[in-house]
């Protein structure tokens, strides 16, 4: 059973940075699709970010283009979203998933299988 546990959360200001990381356990496949998503109150939960941990390709939400980054350290087992310039519309729960098999990007929340518990971001103007 794949665990997902993030943390890295917290508030600033529009225009600073965060990093959120994700630490993965349990794994059952020698390869997945690992995704952060996000959902602000009152609005459904979207993709952000996509990576192929066999590849370390990557593919993003448009949104979020140029000024988030997602990386793994796979000697951690550990996903990073790397997050930059963020603005007041970044402000939602972000969650790490995980998917085994099929094509790997920024596929509805649907597609994935393991969660972990959301850590909360918030951006003030």
Same mark, same amino acid.
């Given at each position: 059973?794949?665990?997902?546990? %993030? ?9 600073? #940075?965060? =990093? ?5 356990? *349990?794994?059952?496949? #020698? ?12 609005? %459904?939960? %979207?993709? !952000?970010?996509?990576? @192929?941990? *066999? ?9 979020? $283009? ?9 000697? $951690?087992?550990?996903? @990073? ?7 007041? %519309? ?8 995980? =998917?085994? *098999?099929?094509?790997?990007?920024? =596929?509805?929340?649907?597609?994935? *299988? ?8 918030? !951006? #003030?103007?």
């Amino acid at each position: 059973q794949v665990q997902l546990v %993030e943390s890295g959360g917290g508030s600033v200001q529009a225009g600073g #940075s965060l =990093r959120l990381s994700c630490a993965a356990s *349990g794994y059952t496949a #020698s390869n997945y699709c690992m995704g952060w998503f996000r959902q602000a109150p009152g609005k %459904e939960r %979207e993709g !952000v970010a996509v990576i @192929y941990t *066999g590849s370390s390709w990557t593919a993003y939400a448009d949104s979020v $283009k140029g000024r988030f980054t997602i990386s793994q350290d796979n000697a $951690k087992n550990t996903l @990073y979203l790397q997050m930059n310039s963020l603005k007041p %519309e970044d402000t939602a729960m972000y969650y790490c998933a995980a =998917r085994i *098999g099929g094509i790997c990007y920024v =596929r509805p929340p649907r597609d994935f *299988g393991y969660w972990g518990q959301g850590t909360q971001v918030t !951006v #003030s103007s």
